[in-house]
């Protein structure tokens, strides 16, 4: 017989590298219906040394990448028995990490998460679960995303679940299937041109707000190839790099000129991405603090009800979704779902260190 409570953190590092988010979940179900409460919880930032690794990785060797994996997975599981230490957690049934996403080029059949070595288990003196998105890759998947099936058990109250972080994504439902992908870079793209001004980001859209839009600009972004693409599909590091950066180093305007055109664009882009713009939307993600951004949100979707929630599940969603995929892998069940990520099959993804 399977639990009906669960003891869980879950663990997660986004690419737009605000830190490691820890949350400690007690997941309860009654039924088929899923609750939860999210107990303690913590962003542990990184440390200049690991920022300045983590930007640059994606040009690493394979040696270089190895031995990243090994340090980070060290790291990672220091992070996380700190965690546990400091709030004295105890009787956990497992650590739900996600690792941090160094490369992802699912039409390669390529998707390195590091910090999901066995070591992790051993380091943490807990059972891990981990490594949720390289099987989806090897059933012929985008690896990506991996939020939805939480969307659809934890936030079916919502028509629209968005996540505005590194990069925004959005999940709902049609025809009984649940629909998601990822929309545009966020956070990797206005962080960056942030720190520039030597700010670690733009807070509240400040900057962005006092800038002028590139209309020459916002087209060439618009027209970007991805966003003709259909759906499933979703975006990594590679993008922002290898397209988007060498677009805008092309357009020599102001930084907040750049952060004002590239807002609009990201809104323009998650307002194109709905097919109906009525009802509840769901927005969680550091990307939900930029109040400008929000702004142009309600310009764009003015019949829409966009709800941003507490502070413990705008900021922690994703890792306590990912506790969510954890406990369905510990239980066997689908966490990762084909209608999404374009896999094969509906299945079960992670591994299971205990």
């Known amino acids: 017989m399977f639990k009906e409570n669960y003891n869980v953190i879950g663990v997660m590092s986004g690419t737009s590298l605000d830190g490691i988010d820890l949350a400690h979940i007690n997941f309860t179900i009654k039924g088929h219906k899923w609750l939860?409460?999210?107990?303690?919880?913590?962003?542990?930032?990184?440390?200049?040394?690991?920022?300045?690794?983590?930007?640059?990785?994606?040009?690493?060797?394979?040696?270089?990448?190895?031995?990243?994996?090994?340090?980070?997975?060290?790291?990672?599981?220091?992070?996380?028995?700190?965690?546990?230490?400091?709030?004295?957690?105890?009787?956990?049934?497992?650590?739900?990490?996600?690792?941090?996403?160094?490369?992802?080029?699912?039409?390669?059949?390529?998707?390195?998460?590091?910090?999901?070595?066995?070591?992790?288990?051993?380091?943490?003196?807990?059972?891990?679960?981990?490594?949720?998105?390289?099987?989806?890759?090897?059933?012929?998947?985008?690896?990506?995303?991996?939020?939805?099936?939480?969307d659809r058990l934890l936030f079916s109250q919502y028509k629209y679940c968005l996540n505005l972080g590194g990069f925004s994504n959005i999940s709902f439902e049609d025809n009984n299937r649940r629909i998601a992908f990822d929309i545009s870079p966020v956070n990797t793209i206005l962080n960056f041109y942030a720190n520039r001004l030597g700010l670690e980001y733009d807070d509240k859209g400040n900057v962005s707000r006092t800038g002028n839009l590139d209309t020459a600009l916002l087209n060439?972004?618009?027209?970007?190839?991805?966003?003709?693409?259909?759906?499933?599909?979703?975006?990594?590091?590679?993008?922002?790099?290898?397209?988007?950066?060498?677009?805008?180093?092309?357009?020599?305007?102001?930084?907040?000129?750049?952060?004002?055109?590239?807002?609009?664009?990201l809104v323009k882009q998650i307002a194109k991405a709905l097919p109906d713009k009525k009802g509840k939307i769901l927005i969680t993600g550091g990307g939900a603090y930029n109040d400008f951004l929000i702004e142009r949100m309600?310009?764009?979707?003015?019949?829409?009800?966009?709800?941003?929630?507490?502070?413990?599940?705008?900021?922690?969603?994703?890792?306590?979704?990912?506790?969510?995929?954890?406990?369905?892998?510990?239980?066997?069940?689908?966490?990762v779902l084909s209608s999404v990520t374009g896999a094969k099959r509906d299945h079960s993804s992670g591994v299971i260190y205990r």
């Open 36 to 150: 939860f409460d999210i107990l303690e919880s913590e962003t542990v930032p990184y440390a200049v040394t690991w920022l300045n690794k983590l930007k640059v990785a994606v040009d690493f060797s394979m040696e270089e990448l190895r031995l990243l994996d090994q340090d980070y997975t060290e790291y990672l599981a220091s992070v996380v028995a700190d965690f546990i230490k400091k709030f004295q957690i105890k009787n956990l049934d497992a650590v739900c990490s996600h690792g941090h996403t160094i490369l992802h080029q699912p039409q390669k059949n390529v998707t390195l998460q590091i910090g999901n070595l066995p070591e992790m288990r051993a380091l943490c003196g807990q059972t891990v679960v981990c490594d949720f998105r390289i099987q989806d890759v090897q059933l012929g998947g985008q690896g990506a995303p991996l939020v939805p099936i939480g």
């Open 298 to 335: 309600h310009h764009y979707l003015p019949e829409m009800e966009l709800i941003i929630p507490d502070s413990k599940i705008l900021e922690f969603k994703e890792a306590l979704i990912f506790a969510l995929l954890g406990v369905l892998k510990l239980r066997n069940e689908v966490n």
């Open 220 to 265: 060439k972004l618009d027209a970007l190839e991805y966003y003709q693409k259909t759906f499933p599909k979703s975006l990594g590091f590679e993008f922002v790099k290898e397209t988007v950066l060498p677009l805008l180093d092309l357009h020599p305007i102001a930084i907040n000129d750049i952060l004002r055109t590239f807002t609009e664009h």
